[in-house]
């Protein structure tokens, strides 16, 4: 029955016994303006009374509906449909019933298969606990389809003239419909205002855990700083002590003391650098570090760095390349910063290259730009661990060099110093075959595009 | 719509007639069943002729009535007979699937009388009646 539309005339309830007959009736009447021959009115109407009758016995209460059923282009006929909210029918006692196999204990148990006969076609949808909803169609012979399609308004007004003595107990129905729909409603409502409160207060425990963990944020950064600034007054006072003694100017040194002092130059030297980067990175957090731009040549720059990293070059005999264009234009930047963002590099790139490598340094004109790249022939980063590579605390994990010392914030550093530059820093690496960082500083002249030193 | 007004029960010597002329409610079919026995217990009638000529519809409610008027008759010894069905009535019955148990069905009223009288008898005692009229027992036919 599936590609069966259909226009409805209109409804009528079953309540009360009588019912039956009033829905006899009104079917008779439908079926005689659609001009069936006799003999089928009589078995639509019989068809009818079963239904309705199921429905008065089963259900005590329901209705029956009458629409023209239209189905292709010629096909016409009037379809019933008779709903319940009776207590439905089991699948296995649908099927006896179907089969009529079923007696039921108060009739003789035909008004199903009966009615099934009588009409051409039969479609029931039950289940226990939800009602019953069966249709009926009867076909009109094809000669008289098209006649009755014309008049479908009609029939519809003719239908809806007749309902009068039953408006009453349809408005009741409809008002008791109404009611139950509001209750529904008023149901549906109260769940939502109790997910409603339940939604606000566990907003107010998000919030309230929103708050402590921005406190304890706050609280870590203000220790940070703090113990940071208090762990650099002692650093300098030893370090000033140290120097004393590689000055000579407390007498001349046993070789072993010699020794001794240089070993705690060297840690106290990578101390300052630890605390320094805590220092720094305390300050990126809490946007208190500013920049002094001014122009920078890198040439000049890049060999006095390459001073300082030669004699780690050489320790680990590698080669340390520079190979800068020559007509560089000077950068804008902050010479004391911008020495870090190289110092930082440089050294991981020391760091992480294996005896007899190659770090190289090189810069070129882009525009308004200036890109500088450190490549190293080293160990090389993982690509699972290049998105994090410029994150806090990121040292890559898998890297063999877990042994080798750092705070973890060398790169996050780098990268906010680079920022803060109005640059923007990248990586390139292949595991095994070396690492390349690259970063833009904005050359002299373009103050407005590049340096946001208030950030 | 008291319904039991609606439907008369003639006498016509020793056969109860009873005409019915309208659709009816199921409380209307069970009180008609009532009178009849009720009748024939007063009037000792022999034979029930129930005329369904202006039916128009006999649903399985009905059909159960009409058999169960029957069997109910057969044990008061009266015989039932159920005349004047329409065919389309008649083709709609069989396609629902009913089979009125125990009931004869004749064509006409005539034939019916007949039917009662010829094989049981019942009806001739008092055959004056049928120049005399009819004998209304229960209700007026109500003209409207």
């Known amino acids: 029955m599936q590609s069966i539309t259909s226009t409805r005339l209109g409804e009528i309830y079953v309540r009360s016994e009588s019912d039956i007959v009033r829905v006899r009736e009104r079917v008779r009447q439908i079926a005689r303006d659609m001009n069936f021959d006799p003999t089928t009115q009589i078995k639509i109407t019989t068809a009818v009374s079963e239904l309705t009758r199921n429905i008065f016995e089963y259900a005590k209460q329901g209705a029956i509906s009458l629409a023209v059923a239209e189905r292709g282009a010629r096909d016409t006929g009037l379809m019933i449909t008779s709903r319940d909210d009776g207590p439905g029918i089991e699948p296995d006692s649908l099927q006896s019933i179907l089969r009529g196999n079923y007696r039921s204990e108060s009739g003789l148990g035909v008004g199903l298969t009966g009615t099934r006969r009588l009409m051409d076609e039969f479609d029931i949808t039950t289940a226990p606990g939800e009602g019953t909803r069966i249709r009926v169609v009867k076909w009109l012979p094809p000669q008289r389809a098209s006649e009755v399609r014309s008049r479908i308004g009609e029939l519809q007004a003719g239908f809806g003239a007749d309902t009068n003595e039953s408006a009453v107990e349809e408005l009741q129905q409809q008002n008791k419909d109404l009611i139950s729909v509001l209750a529904e409603l008023e149901e549906k409502r109260e769940q939502l205002e109790r997910l409603n409160e339940e939604l606000q207060k566990s907003n107010a425990g998000l919030n309230e855990a929103n708050t402590k963990l921005r406190e304890v944020a706050q609280m870590k950064e203000e220790f940070l700083a703090l113990t940071t600034h208090d762990l650099r007054s002692p650093l300098t006072v030893i370090s000033g002590v140290i120097n004393f003694f590689t000055s000579g100017r407390l007498g001349a040194l046993s070789p072993e003391q010699s020794k001794m002092v240089a070993m705690m130059e060297r840690n106290t030297g990578s101390l300052i650098e630890l605390v320094n980067d805590l220092l720094d990175a305390s300050k990126l957090e809490s946007g208190t570090l500013r920049l002094d731009l001014v122009s920078t040549d890198l040439h000049i720059l890049i060999s006095e760095l390459g001073e300082n990293v030669l004699p780690l070059a050489r320790e680990k005999a590698l080669t340390f390349k520079e190979s800068l264009s020559s007509e560089l234009p000077q950068v804008r930047a902050d010479r004391t910063k911008l020495r870090r963002i190289f110092v930082n590099l440089l050294s991981n790139a020391v760091k992480f290259t294996p005896r007899g490598g190659t770090v190289e340094v090189s810069a070129e004109q882009e525009s308004d730009w200036v890109r500088v790249s450190v490549r190293d022939t080293g160990i090389g980063i993982a690509a699972e661990d290049l998105p994090r590579l410029f994150d806090k605390y990121e040292q890559a994990r898998t890297r063999s060099s877990r042994s080798e010392k750092g705070t973890g914030l060398g790169l996050y550093i780098t990268r906010q110093l680079v920022e803060l530059h109005g640059g923007t820093i990248t990586v390139e690496s292949e595991l095994g075959k070396g690492s390349t960082f690259s970063f833009t500083l904005p050359i002299v002249g373009n103050s407005e595009r590049g340096t946001r030193n208030d950030e | ?140 036919i109500n003209p409207a």
């Open chain 2, 1 to 140: 719509m008291n319904g039991h007004g609606r439907i008369p029960i003639l006498k016509v010597g020793r056969v109860l007639v009873v005409p019915i002329q309208v659709d009816m409610d199921d409380q209307t079919v069970l009180l008609l069943q009532e009178r009849i026995l009720t009748e024939l217990e007063r009037t000792g009638a022999r034979g029930v002729l129930i005329d369904i000529s202006l039916l128009e519809m006999v649903d399985s409610f009905i059909g159960r009535m009409l058999s169960d008027i029957a069997a109910m008759a057969r044990i008061m010894d009266a015989r039932t007979v159920v005349v004047g069905m329409q065919p389309a009535v008649a083709i709609t019955l069989v396609e629902l699937g009913l089979e009125l148990k125990g009931v004869d069905t004749v064509l006409n009223v005539d034939e019916g009388i007949k039917l009662l009288r010829d094989e049981f008898g019942i009806g001739e005692e008092e055959g004056d009646a049928f120049q005399g009229g009819l004998n209304l027992v229960g209700e007026q």
